[in-house]
C-alpha cells in the first residue's frame, strides 16, 4: 500500500511538510484554512488559539523574492496523545502547503 502524497493532497487533507532546514514554521492563508476545515469536520473545532496580527515576519526565499506575513496563528496540535501548538507565520499569497520546523508540547 503506497502512503505517499502528492503536496496538493496533503494541503486539502490539512496536513503539513516537515521541513528540516525551516527556521520558522510558514503557510500560506490557503493551506491554513484547509487545516482549519479538516479540523472542523473532525474535532467540531477549527483549532485556533490565536491570531497575532502584529507577528508579520518577513520571509526570503530561494530567489530574490521576498515577502511579509499578514499574521501568525497559534493552531492546536499534539503528537502521541499529548496536546501542542504549532505557530504558523501566514503569507495572503499563493496555496503553498504549511512547511514546518517544530511542535511544541
Keep these: 500500500m503506497n502512503y505517499a ?13 516537515i521541513d528540516g532546514g525551516a527556521t520558522r514554521t510558514l503557510s500560506s492563508v490557503f493551506a491554513l484554512e484547509k487545516l482549519m ?3 472542523v469536520a473532525k ?3 477549527d483549532g485556533v488559539m490565536e491570531i ?9 526565499f530561494g530567489n530574490p523574492s521576498k515577502d511579509t506575513c499578514i499574521s501568525t496563528a497559534k493552531i492546536e496540535n499534539g503528537a502521541n496523545d499529548k496536546p501542542g501548538v504549532l505557530k504558523i507565520h501566514a503569507l495572503d499569497k499563493g496555496t503553498g502547503p504549511i512547511l514546518s520546523c517544530e511542535l511544541t508540547l
Design 5 to 17: 502524497k502528492t503536496t496538493q493532497e496533503a494541503i486539502e487533507a490539512g496536513m503539513g511538510i
Design 37 to 39: 476545515a479538516c479540523n
Design 43 to 45: 474535532y467540531g473545532r
Design 52 to 60: 497575532d496580527v502584529n507577528d508579520r515576519p518577513t520571509f526570503g
